[in-house]
């Protein structure tokens, strides 16, 4: 609160933008995120739909510039609508996932087992409806992901 130099007593900050912050367009955004929730499943059921077409074309086409850059754009559509769909180790895992598949010239050498590691997880979090973030197994998992993509890091390096 801020302080009127003429009065000791605090003034309240009612509509005050703190650090550039608008409070009411928050509140606004939430509200309206809530009313979509109601479609939460169905729009990650499209986006595992969208996950498991992206595996498919790798196993038809095989892994290839075009099949791995698809599979990067869905990890990358996962790992930032996972939490807000309800589903945050579905965000932790597709982020550890782009992380492999981020750079062009790094995906093609991603170890196939991994990647398919990263999708069957990420199927069997939604699948599982493991909405919590502290889920012992989902944590688990996650974890033992999150480290083979380091030491995989820490070897390129």
Request: net charge negative; with cysteine.
């Amino acid at each position: 609160m801020s302080q009127d130099p003429t009065n000791s007593a605090p003034r309240p900050l009612a509509g005050f933008k703190f650090r550039g912050i608008d409070h009411a367009a928050v509140a606004r955004a939430e509200a309206a995120l809530k009313s979509l929730s109601g479609n939460f499943d169905e729009w990650m059921a499209d986006e595992l739909t969208k996950l498991e077409a992206a595996r498919g074309r790798i196993r038809d086409e095989g892994y290839n510039a075009a099949t791995a850059e698809n599979l990067y754009f869905r990890a990358h559509d996962l790992k930032g609508l996972g939490a807000t769909y309800g589903f945050p180790l579905v965000t932790r895992i597709a982020g550890s996932l782009c992380r492999i598949l981020h750079d062009p010239e790094d995906r093609m050498a991603a170890p196939l087992s991994l990647v398919e590691g990263h999708i069957n997880a990420i199927i069997a979090v939604v699948k599982g409806d493991v909405r919590s973030e502290t889920d012992s197994d989902g944590v688990a998992v996650a974890e033992e992901l999150e480290l083979q993509v380091s030491r995989r890091f820490s070897a390129a390096a």
